[in-house]
T-cell receptor, first 114, second 114 residues
Framework: DAGVIQSPRHEVTEMGQEVTLRCKPI?????LFWYRQTMMRGLELLIYFNNNVPIDDSGMPEDRFSAKMPNASFSTLKIQPSEPRDSAVYFC????????????FGPGTRLTVL | AQSVTQPDIHITVSEGASLELRCNYSYGATPYLFWYVQSPGQGLQLLLKYFSGDTLVQGIKGFEAEFKRSQSSFNLRKPSVHWSDAAEYFCAVGTIQGAQKLVFGQGTRLTINP
């Protein structure tokens, strides 16, 4: 199994630009999570999906952030417009109801907003 | 709501020495408990997990953890650390009512002295 795949691995952009992060979960997993990791705030859950439906987006910091999951094998996290304080590592994770809370993480996308 | 506390932000041990990383959780019922490890520039990798049964669980890379209900703790141990164990370690708690969500501690950064 290829594991959770994220792209790009690194993204450098300028303030005000749109940023799209992509995630492919493990095949057969029915949950998908987006996290943000910073030195100051640690690991924060932004949003998660079950069977492609958003369940809890209370961690999404602002309306500038949006996430979609159009099918079971693909999800995006979009930031529009981006700001320097959005600089962080963004992780995608997936899990299966059969594996009881065990989440599998992708390698992350390091985002730098100048 | 459940919460996780890792009291030690940073720990330094010598190579070959024993290790114990502390984790305390807050939850009214029996939780599902996890330890993840994050090497620099990498995603989180599952070390071990506890759901029920034997309170001493074995994981990968020679790690073990013990669930102590009376102390609400799930401390991670290793009898002899290797330089490659230098990483960030996260304790996490999940619940059957939490719909696959995990609550993570702030992490403990482990440094190994040669």
């Amino acid at each position: 199994d290829a594991g959770v795949i994220q792209s790009p691995r690194h993204e450098v952009t300028e303030m005000g630009q749109e940023v799209t992060l992509r995630c492919k979960p493990i095949s057969g997993h029915d949950y998908l999570f987006w996290y943000r990791q910073t030195m100051m705030r640690g690991l924060e859950l932004l949003i998660y999906f079950n069977n492609n439906v958003p369940i809890d987006d209370s961690g999404m910091p602002e309306d500038r952030f949006s996430a979609k999951m159009p099918n079971a094998s693909f999800s995006t996290l979009k930031i529009q417009p981006s700001e320097p304080r959005d600089s962080a590592v963004y992780f995608c994770a997936s899990s299966s109801t059969l594996s009881v809370n065990e989440q599998f993480f992708g390698p992350g996308t390091r985002l730098t907003v100048l | 709501a459940q919460s996780v506390t890792q009291p030690d932000i940073h720990i330094t041990v010598s190579e070959g020495a024993s290790l114990e990383l502390r984790c305390n959780y807050s939850y009214g019922a029996t939780p599902y408990l996890f330890w993840y490890v994050q090497s620099p520039g990498q995603g989180l990798q599952l070390l071990l997990k506890y759901f029920s049964g034997d309170t001493l669980v074995q994981g990968i890379k020679g790690f073990e953890a013990e669930f102590k209900r009376s102390q609400s703790s799930f401390n991670l141990r290793k009898p002899s650390v290797h330089w490659s164990d230098a990483a960030e370690y996260f304790c996490a708690v999940g619940t059957i009512q939490g719909a696959q969500k995990l609550v993570f501690g702030q992490g403990t950064r482990l440094t190994i002295n040669p």
